[in-house]
């Protein structure tokens, strides 16, 4: 597509529920990278992917994160036993490679609420 | 690991104003800069980048001028429109690590008619 895809736009959960979060990368972007932002903050690296290798999750905050990318296009993040700590909003981003020459392309973000 | 270290806001201007945003960058070595925008309910978009010393980035008239002497890469508009309000970060990619952008907290930017 023309652009990186995220979805759901915006998803409430209740706390101890698990979601999964979906991003549809630019095509033939080889980088992909999910970053979480708080209110009022800068987005936070959690995890990024080369193809479907997953190079570098030191960002993921917990064992309940996980993410995946089996076809090195699309990705999803699970987070299982959703904590109230965990309402942002998750960004995903693509790239060439690579990403320093090009920076990042992101998408809208899915918009988590943990009630 | 780097880190980015930009003016706070929040920001108002008037209309035609000339607009600095200050952001300094920790790191090893020499990485690339980047500036990006976000309007409100909207993801990250990039505005511009520098990818070594001495670089200046530009787009839609916003420059920004990689200085390795004082670790700085300011954002400069000379004459802001409302359009212009939106939330701006400043970003370098990790030492050791090519592939990880780190942000700075972001800079609120109001620009009044």
């Known amino acids: 597509g023309a652009g990186v895809s995220q979805s759901p736009r915006y998803k409430v959960a209740k706390r101890g529920q698990d979601v999964a979060l979906r991003c549809d990368p630019i095509?033939?972007?080889?980088?992909l990278f999910w970053y979480q932002q708080a209110l009022g903050q800068g987005p936070e690296f959690l995890t990024y992917f080369q193809n479907e290798a997953q190079l570098d999750k030191s960002g993921l905050p917990s064992d309940r994160f996980f993410a995946e990318r089996p076809e090195g296009s699309v990705s999803t993040l699970k987070i299982q036993r959703t904590q109230q700590e965990d309402s942002a909003v998750y960004l995903c981003a693509s790239s060439p490679d690579p990403p320093s020459a090009y920076g990042y392309t992101f998408g809208s973000g899915t918009r988590l609420t943990v009630v | 690991g780097n880190s980015v270290t930009q003016m706070e806001g929040p920001v108002t201007l008037s209309e035609e104003a000339f607009l600095t945003i200050n952001c300094t960058y920790t790191?090893?070595?020499?990485?690339?800069l980047f500036w990006y925008v976000q309007y409100p309910g909207e993801g990250l978009q990039l505005l511009l980048k520098a990818t070594k010393a001495d670089d200046k980035g530009s787009n839609k008239g916003f420059e920004a001028t990689y200085r390795k002497e004082t670790t700085s890469f300011h954002l400069e508009k000379g004459s802001v429109q409302v359009s212009d309000s939106a939330v701006y970060f400043c970003?370098?990619?990790?030492?050791?690590?090519?592939?990880?952008?780190?942000f700075g907290s972001g800079t609120q930017l109001t620009v009044l008619p």
């Open positions: 970003a370098s990619f990790s030492s050791g690590s090519a592939r990880q952008l780190t």
């Open positions: 095509s033939g972007h080889v980088s």
């Open positions: 790191a090893t070595g020499y990485p690339s």
